[in-house]
């Protein structure tokens, strides 16, 4: 049986992943799923995570939180999934916490890598789809909704975590996929899945 392929959107706060996860899965007829939360012992964390009122989360607390929470996640979700052959798209994936804690945090990328490598069995996305938005942009969106404890951050929080992503996709080019956010929805899902049927090799 051949594998599934594991497939991540990433960027930052209101870059709209979610809208497409659910998009590219349905086009794909993959599971869609999401990080944090995509398991009810995920879901728990996820809600302390993201709680505005926990302001006295410490950054390494945060960093082993999200781990726990990929290695349930890979565990339950996205190893049985592309084992039986199924695709796996994926709001968010480790890639997030190297580029939050790693960069955002400062707790340095090869550390959050390291324990993370081990959380998530070495279950890497074969791609991952970046969606690139001005932060400009996306500080204007979020001003238009109910803030979590991230979404509250100040802006060099946010650059520091856009440095992050697009350092990464500077080292991995093989595995990721930078698409230009700004185009009306319709365009930019017909965009990705064009892209990733492409890089992937998929049956259209």
Not at 121 to 134: A, F, G, S
Not at 184 to 191: F, I, Q, R, Y
């Amino acid at each position: 049986m051949m594998r599934g392929k594991y497939i991540a959107f990433e960027g930052l706060e209101g870059c709209g992943k979610s809208t497409h996860v659910t998009r590219l899965a349905a086009a794909l007829d993959a599971v869609a799923t999401r990080e944090p939360g995509g398991t009810p012992i995920g879901a728990s964390l996820r809600a302390a995570m993201l709680d505005a009122n926990n302001t006295s989360l410490s950054p390494r607390a945060e960093a082993l939180m999200m781990a726990a929470d990929r290695a349930q996640h890979v565990q339950d979700v996205i190893l049985p999934a592309i084992q039986s052959g199924r695709h796996v798209v994926s709001d968010r994936s480790v890639y997030s916490s190297l580029a939050y804690q790693g960069f955002g945090r400062g707790l340095g990328e090869s550390t959050i890598r390291g324990f993370n490598s081990w959380a998530i069995q070495d279950t890497w996305p074969d791609l991952v789809i970046y969606i690139e938005v001005p932060i400009d942009t996306l500080l204007e969106r979020l001003k238009k909704r109910e803030l979590d404890r991230f979404e509250r951050e100040d802006r060099s929080f946010f650059e520091r975590i856009a440095e992050g992503f697009n350092a990464m996709a500077a080292a991995e080019p093989y595995r990721w996929l930078v698409i230009n956010g700004m185009p009306p929805k319709d365009e930019l899902a017909a965009t990705i899945h064009t892209q990733v049927i492409e890089r992937l090799h998929l049956a259209s």
